[in-house]
Structure formats: C-alpha cells, structure tokens
C-alpha cells in the first residue's frame, strides 16, 4: 500500500517520495523578476530536507499578469540564468522541480490597465475592474504561457505547472462569477474552460515529450453562484486530453486559505472528487502540518501526492522531521 514515502514515478519523472513544496510566494525576487541568491536558497534548502517535489512559486508570463513585488518573472529570456539556478540547487538538493507559470488577470499590479474574461470586478474585492480580453488578447495570453514553458524547460525544469486556481487569470476564467462572455469561451463550464484547453494545447506542444505538465486547479469558488466541485469534476478529464499530466486540486476564487475551511486538508474533498475522474496522479494541499495525516491521505487515496505549504515555510527541515516520524525503527542485530 502506498504512503507519503513511497516514490512515485510518472509523465518520465522519479519522486522519491510524495512530499511536495507547493508554490509559495516569498517574495525574494529582484524587481525585474529575476531570482535572487535567497530564491535559490530558500527552495534548496526545502529540497535538501527531502522532498521528492518543488514546485517553484508562480512566476509571471508576461509584464501584465504580474502579481507583485518581489514575484519570480519568466516573462522574457533575462530570466533564464536565474531561474536555471534555482532549477540546479533543487536537483542538487534530491528533489524533482516544477516552475509554476502564472498570470494574475484582474489581481494583476503590473498592468496599466488589467484584464480577465469580462468586465467585472472580482469577488474578493481585490484588484480593479478588468478590461474584457478580446480574441486577439486571448491568443497573447496563449502564446505567453507557451513561451514562459519554453524558458522553464531551457533553464532545466523537469516540469512546468500552470496556474488556474486561487482567482487568478485562469481561475477567473472557469468561474461563472468573473466569466459572463458570451463568445466560445464563456457559457457552459467548457466554454468556460476553453482558454485552459488552449494552454495546457500550445504549452504541450512547445514542450514536447521531455518535460511534464502539470495544471493547479481551482475546483470550486464556495461563493454563492460560483464554481461548483461538480463543474471541475467535468472538466478535469478534459484537462487532461489536453496534456495535463498532474492535477494539483486547490481553491478557486476563494484563494489558498478559505475563511470557512477550518483544519488540516481542507481541500481533501475537493481532491479525492478529482481524483475519482481522472487517471493522472491528483496533488492535495490545505493547512497540512502532521506527517501521520498526510500520510494518510496517500494511504486512504484521497490524493496520490501531499503539498506541505505553511508548516515548511515556518519549518524547512519539515520533509526531513515527516521522514524519521513515519520510517520504521530498524531491528537491532544483537
């Protein structure tokens, strides 16, 4: 039966085990995006402690999708030396590494002008009232992500993630609340979930077969109208036709840390429904801290690899700690 130690392997990778570092923000890059000493530091240091997968914090597309200060850019090839640091010191440190490529949409700060699927302001209450993406926008954003995944792969990613949870571009995107078009790529959950088709598409393309793809999905908004579980249920397979090799299952609009989901893996639910529908492995995260629970959601299969977000951002040493807790004391030879 596997467990969190048990390795994984899949789309040409080998993880040692099912730990994984999710994309965290902190928020150490230059002001031009490029990765500093303490971003290569910060990730190996987590890599060093034993995980079997870093997924590198998300990193912009293109100036207009930028999030804030202190983010990882991918945006153009000044990036790529930095960025082929950080790809060395997480090998260096055992571990598999994933580059989260991202645009913020309506969240944006990099923008004159912000955009999303329709002109409407987002739920949280955060960002400005978007500019509707015309086709030709579309089709910018496309071409984006595929570049950013051509620079990930140059600078010696194994993986590339893209990011369509958290409210951010794509998220916006599959929501009902933020996507009111009436064109193909709004209406019904797969109009909604056309421009991730068209991503995950010319990304897979560009890549080739070396180098895997990964999509974190927001798989519902608990907001009254919004994305419902069901709807990322549907979609999920079609996600995967498209190239995504892994699903790393998290919030929608909501964000990473829901007030209303109290507890460790709040968003275990949300997985194991994923899960049940797809045949690629399926990632969980939400406030996980003990090693015994996420060990058990290997075990139960709910989720087939375990994100430790905050307990390794206040712990680095947390995989190392997780590895001694759940390896069988050795017999003595006496």
């Known amino acids: 039966m596997a467990g969190l130690l048990t390795p994984l392997d899949f789309a040409g990778l080998h993880l040692r085990n099912r730990i994984v570092m999710p994309p965290m923000a902190s928020g150490r890059a230059q002001p031009d995006g490029r990765p500093t000493d303490a971003t290569v530091a910060y990730h190996q240091l987590r890599a060093q402690s034993g995980c079997g997968l870093i997924i590198?914090?998300?990193?912009?597309v293109m100036p207009e999708g930028r999030f804030g200060e202190g983010q990882i850019g991918v945006h153009d090839d000044q990036c790529i030396d930095g960025l082929a640091r950080v790809a060395q010191g997480i090998h260096a440190g055992g571990a598999v590494a994933c580059l989260q490529l991202s645009h913020a949409g309506a969240l944006a700060s990099g923008a004159t002008e912000p955009v999303g699927p329709?002109?409407?302001?987002?739920?949280?209450g955060q960002g400005r009232v978007p500019r509707a993406l015309d086709v030709a926008g579309l089709r910018d954003v496309v071409r984006a992500f595929a570049d950013a995944a051509a620079r990930a792969q140059t600078a010696g990613f194994d993986a590339v993630e893209v990011h369509?949870?958290?409210?951010?571009?794509?998220?916006?995107f599959l929501s009902p609340l933020t996507n009111r078009r009436t064109d193909e790529y709004g209406g019904d959950v797969l109009g909604r979930s056309r421009l991730h088709v068209e991503v995950l598409r010319?990304?897979?393309?560009?890549?080739g077969p070396r180098t895997a793809l990964f999509l974190r999905l927001g798989a519902c908004d608990d907001l009254p109208d919004g994305l419902l579980l069901a709807d990322a249920c549907a979609v999920a397979p079609r996600l995967v036709d498209a190239g995504a090799q892994m699903l790393d299952v998290s919030g929608g609009l909501q964000g990473s840390r829901p007030s209303e989901r109290e507890g460790q893996g709040y968003f275990r639910d949300f997985a194991a429904a994923i899960k049940a529908v797809v045949r690629v492995p399926v990632m969980t995260t939400g406030g996980i801290h003990d090693p015994d629970f996420a060990n058990r959601l290997v075990r139960d299969g709910v989720a087939d690899l375990v994100g430790?977000?905050?307990?390794?951002?206040s712990d680095p040493h947390w995989a190392a700690r997780a590895i001694t807790e759940l390896t069988p004391p050795q017999p003595s030879l006496t």
């Open 56 to 60: 590198v914090e998300h990193a912009f």
């Open 118 to 124: 329709s002109s409407v302001a987002h739920p949280r």
């Open 164 to 172: 369509a949870a958290h409210g951010f571009l794509l998220s916006q």
């Open 202 to 207: 010319a990304v897979r393309e560009r890549l």
């Open 308 to 313: 430790i977000g905050r307990a390794m951002l």
